[in-house]
């Protein structure tokens, strides 16, 4: 691990600072600092800009209206614009650009790339990921949903669940199964559907927190063009981790930003309400620097690897695993300091799935809903239990654990020889 930066990135830095001193308001404290509403208007305003300097989708190439940046750029922006409280895109384009931009970049046709990638970036095309079916979630390749191909179309029947912002996305990456002969991971293909079409049906979930921001989603006899698959027929399972890599890629460089700045609003928080002058909230607050500290170096260990040009790998799950796990504790911390006002919630929710935004005001619904989300980010892109089973198997190579007996044997039939 190396934790300095070479001067080059330290000149890229400044030019960064100038661009949003230029760009943001005077007096700007972070997009936590506005309304619900006018934080919207924002997004999608500061999104317009993002695409006018190129700076929407900062790794992709110029041809496809990409910034072209070096990794070490990518990196100094991200956290520039984490540390000004400012976003890097809109609802969607953690999807359209993260996820599905970056997979069509490696596995995609020069068609594709040319017909798809550009309409992310204007904003035409708004994307969400159709991967978990009620019945296939840690277990992906369970999944159950299929599409057959009839003429020049692929016909899609089943059912996805979880899907985040589909109410806000015209299109959809859908794993599909293309041949139930085949063995779990071999008969899936990795397709992209309209989603404006009387086959496809949006169902919003209720949160815990009283938001919907994911759904159901439920195809029946919907269709898409033969040649809207990214790979090959049957191949989509590399497909679709190649994608579940991407999924990854920026925390590295953000998170400790993020978590950090929320730290700093706890203990203003401690602070205000007294809490600070108790020895076990003080003894919980030094364990929660202790491990943004260590997130913080955890994440140079990662963007080291980045930057010589390795990829995202098994490794990375312990990045996901502590900042998930973490969050959980400091948000338990927070509304433990909030004693009974964490039962009458009131200010500005918390909307996101990690730390509250950059310039949040310290309001009690803001921790109360960070505590209730901080359980969904030990859930998504890969439960705690699924990153623990990653790092025993595949980074400290202990042995594969036992196989879930098929249905109809018992525990003992399955492991008695
Ligand atoms: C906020 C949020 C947003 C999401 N957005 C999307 C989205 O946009 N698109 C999408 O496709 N999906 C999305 N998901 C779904 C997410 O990927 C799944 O919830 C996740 O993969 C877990 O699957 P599951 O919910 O079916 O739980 P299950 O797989 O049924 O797991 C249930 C429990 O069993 C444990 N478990 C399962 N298998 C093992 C094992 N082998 N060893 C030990 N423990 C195990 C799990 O850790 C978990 O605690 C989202 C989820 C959340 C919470």
């Known amino acids: 691990m190396d934790p300095r930066y070479p001067p080059a990135a330290e000149e890229y830095r400044d030019k960064i600072r100038g661009f949003l001193g230029e760009q943001l308001p005077a007096g700007?404290?972070?997009?936590?600092?506005?309304?619900?509403?006018?934080?919207?208007?924002?997004?999608?305003?500061?999104?317009?800009?993002?695409?006018?300097?190129?700076?929407?989708?900062?790794?992709?190439?110029?041809?496809?209206?990409?910034?072209?940046?070096?990794?070490?750029?990518?990196?100094?922006?991200?956290?520039?614009?984490?540390?000004?409280?400012?976003?890097?895109?809109?609802?969607n384009d953690v999807f359209g650009i993260q996820l599905v931009g970056n997979t069509i970049l490696h596995w995609g046709t020069l068609e594709q790339k040319a017909r798809f990638l550009p309409r992310i970036l204007s904003g035409e095309d708004r994307w969400c990921q159709g991967y978990s079916e009620p019945s296939a979630?840690?277990?992906?390749?369970?999944?159950g949903t299929r599409a057959v191909l009839d003429g020049d179309e692929w016909v899609i029947n089943g059912q996805k669940i979880w899907t985040s912002a589909a109410h806000l996305a015209n299109w959809i990456f859908v794993l599909a199964r293309t041949d139930p002969d085949a063995s779990k991971h071999k008969g899936i293909s990795f397709l992209l559907v309209p989603m404006?079409?009387?086959?496809?049906?949006?169902?919003?979930?209720?949160?815990?927190?009283?938001l919907s921001e994911f759904n159901e989603t439920f195809f029946t006899d919907a269709r898409t063009p033969k040649d809207n698959i990214v790979g090959e027929v049957n191949a989509g399972w590399g497909v679709a981790m190649t994608l579940l890599g991407y999924e990854r890629g920026e925390a590295a460089a953000t998170f400790p930003i993020m978590f950090r700045s929320e730290l700093d609003r706890l203990m203003a928080l401690a602070r205000e309400t007294g809490a600070a002058s108790d020895p076990r909230v003080r003894q919980r607050v030094a364990w929660c620097y202790s491990k943004v500290?260590?997130?913080?170096?955890?994440g140079m260990r990662t963007l080291t690897k980045f930057l010589a040009g390795g990829q995202p790998g098994p490794a990375e799950s312990t990045f996901k695993l502590f900042w998930s796990e973490y969050h959980k504790i400091v948000t338990d911390l927070g509304v433990d300091i909030l004693g009974a006002a964490a039962l009458t919630p009131s200010g500005r929710m918390s909307t996101g799935f990690q730390a509250d935004d950059v310039g949040a005001p310290n309001d009690s619904a803001s921790w109360t809903t960070a505590f209730l989300m901080s359980r969904a980010g030990t859930i998504y892109a890969g439960s705690s239990q699924i990153q623990r089973n990653i790092v025993g198997e595949m980074v400290l190579g202990l042995p594969k654990e036992?196989?879930?007996?098929?249905?109809?044997?018992?525990?003992?039939?399955?492991h008695s020889q």
């Open 28 to 91: 700007w404290k972070g997009i936590g600092g506005l309304d619900t509403e006018a934080a919207r208007r924002f997004v999608e305003e500061w999104r317009t800009v993002l695409y006018e300097h190129g700076l929407l989708a900062a790794s992709w190439p110029r041809e496809y209206g990409g910034g072209g940046l070096t990794p070490l750029e990518q990196v100094v922006v991200a956290e520039e614009f984490y540390r000004a409280g400012v976003p890097t895109g809109g609802p």
């Open 137 to 143: 979630g840690s277990d992906l390749a369970n999944l």
């Open 196 to 210: 404006r079409q009387a086959g496809v049906e949006v169902r919003p979930i209720r949160m815990m927190t009283g």
């Open 402 to 414: 036992p196989a879930a007996p098929s249905q109809g044997a018992s525990w003992r039939d399955a």
């Open 293 to 298: 500290e260590i997130m913080r170096f955890l």
